[in-house]
């Protein structure tokens, strides 16, 4: 199994890419974590014996790889868990869904439970979490004999299996995603066709925007879009950030007037 790689370190933070497979956080298994790998990591570095605080300020889906912020000492771990807790934190993915959203670019905003082992959406008065996300479609294509598409997506709210869940219950599940009814899991694969491609965040301490990029393995099926149409995606949503922002410093109209509900 692909080892976690490192992004950025600083006295404060760590940001990594998770691979696929790994869990963010030890569960009793004999799977690896990130958290107890970035603890071995500062021992390491520090070239002597000691217990380093490791904060956890986010998750990821063993299933899902991609980018994760961890934080060293306990000021960075408050800061910026903060900022994900008052939704201040950008959160980009890119994933590959099975076939194509009637709206190429639009906001799903629903309220979702846990029932069991899955999210779902919940049901007449059902109690539940109120979860947003906006999404544009990139290329279109197949994997092997199966319809899909490729869509960048920007998580506003955090709820586990929030993505996977919300993109199941229109009917485009992520590709691999066989716990929401999607074809093409495998033995062979650690992962679901779902990355945490960009992060962007305030220092916890200096206040600097920080912002970090990743982009999926060239391994399957992400090979099947990787055409020079898949960059539309990226155009697509440069304009949604760059309107957003705008909407923001007063410059424009909110954003959510550009993406109607499902």
Same mark, same amino acid.
């Given at each position: 199994?692909?080892?976690?790689?490192?992004?950025?370190?600083?006295?404060?933070?760590?940001?990594?890419?998770?691979?696929?497979?790994?869990?963010?956080? &030890?569960? !009793?298994?004999?799977?690896?974590?990130?958290?107890?790998?970035?603890? &071995?990591?500062?021992?390491?570095?520090?070239?002597?014996?000691?217990?380093?605080?490791? +904060?956890?300020?986010? @998750?990821?889906? =063993?299933?899902?790889? !991609?980018?994760?912020?961890?934080?060293?000492?306990?000021?960075?771990?408050?800061?910026?868990?903060?900022?994900?807790?008052? @939704?201040?934190? @950008?959160?980009?993915?890119?994933?590959?869904?099975?076939?194509?959203?009637? %709206?190429?670019?639009?906001?799903?905003?629903?309220?979702?439970? =846990?029932?069991?082992?899955?999210?779902?959406?919940?049901?007449?008065?059902?109690?539940?979490?109120?979860?947003?996300?906006?999404?544009?479609?990139?290329?279109?294509? &197949?994997? +092997?004999?199966?319809?899909?598409?490729?869509?960048?997506?920007?998580?506003?709210?955090?709820?586990?299996?929030?993505?996977?869940?919300?993109?199941?219950?229109?009917?485009?599940?992520?590709? !691999?995603?066989?716990?929401?009814?999607?074809?093409? &899991?495998?033995?062979?694969?650690?992962?679901?066709?779902?990355?945490?491609?960009?992060?962007?965040?305030?220092?916890?301490?200096? !206040?600097?925007?920080?912002?970090?990029?990743?982009?999926?393995?060239?391994?399957?099926?992400?090979?099947?879009?990787?055409?020079?149409?898949?960059?539309?995606?990226?155009?697509?949503?440069?304009?949604?950030?760059?309107?957003?922002? %705008?909407?923001?410093? +007063?410059?424009?109209?909110?954003?959510?007037?550009?993406?109607?509900?499902?």
């Amino acid at each position: 199994m692909k080892a976690p790689e490192i992004i950025y370190e600083d006295r404060q933070l760590l940001v990594v890419e998770k691979p696929p497979g790994w869990l963010a956080q &030890a569960d !009793g298994s004999e799977r690896p974590d990130i958290l107890e790998w970035a603890r &071995a990591h500062i021992v390491s570095s520090r070239g002597k014996p000691c217990r380093p605080f490791v +904060g956890l300020c986010h @998750r990821l889906d =063993r299933q899902v790889g !991609g980018l994760m912020v961890l934080a060293k000492t306990s000021k960075a771990a408050s800061r910026i868990s903060a900022q994900f807790r008052d @939704r201040e934190v @950008r959160k980009l993915y890119s994933a590959i869904c099975v076939g194509q959203p009637d %709206n190429p670019m639009t906001m799903l905003a629903q309220t979702m439970l =846990r029932d069991d082992c899955i999210t779902r959406v919940a049901r007449g008065k059902e109690p539940g979490t109120n979860c947003v996300l906006r999404y544009a479609l990139g290329e279109i294509g &197949a994997v +092997g004999d199966v319809s899909a598409c490729q869509l960048r997506i920007e998580l506003l709210t955090g709820f586990k299996h929030q993505i996977r869940a919300q993109l199941a219950s229109i009917g485009h599940p992520v590709y !691999g995603d066989a716990l929401y009814g999607a074809p093409g &899991a495998s033995s062979d694969r650690e992962g679901i066709a779902l990355h945490s491609s960009y992060l962007g965040f305030a220092h916890p301490i200096t !206040g600097q925007v920080l912002e970090f990029i990743s982009q999926p393995d060239e391994s399957w099926p992400w090979t099947e879009f990787r055409s020079e149409f898949a960059c539309l995606a990226d155009q697509a949503f440069a304009k949604v950030l760059a309107m957003r922002e %705008n909407a923001r410093n +007063g410059q424009g109209e909110d954003l959510d007037l550009e993406f109607p509900e499902c």
